[in-house]
Nanobody, 116 residues
């Protein structure tokens, strides 16, 4: 079946930094794109950043210059380094993976809280 296992997150003050990681476990088919989404209370889930197996990235405008996504293809792990964080970055962050055969996987979500 396979799953995504997230770690990291927590609480930080505005201007601080946090890192997230997400490892694919038991996924034996090729993973093409991995990424991070977030969902704040009362809002829809939105894309934060994603990265292809070739290393191409794209970021939501609201995190450009502050967040960095990276990936270890050998370990099927994706990372999100968040810096200069703002209270509006507070949300549950979800890892996502798009694999062959149009299979899609989601992590369980990890809470990130930024206080002013």
């Amino acid at each position: 079946q396979g799953k995504l296992v997230e770690s990291g997150g927590g609480s930080v003050q505005a201007g601080g930094s946090l890192g997230l990681s997400c490892a694919a476990s038991g996924i034996i088919i090729r993973i093409n794109t991995m990424g991070w989404y977030r969902q704040a209370p009362g809002k829809q889930r939105e894309l934060v950043a994603r990265i292809t197996s070739g290393g191409s990235t794209n970021y939501a405008d609201f995190v450009k210059g502050r967040f960095t996504i990276s990936r270890d293809n050998a370990e099927n792990t994706v990372y999100l380094q968040m810096s200069n964080m703002k209270p509006e970055d507070t949300a549950v962050y979800y890892c996502n993976a798009l694999a062959t055969f149009s299979r899609e996987y989601w992590g369980q979500g990890t809470q990130v809280t930024v206080s002013s």
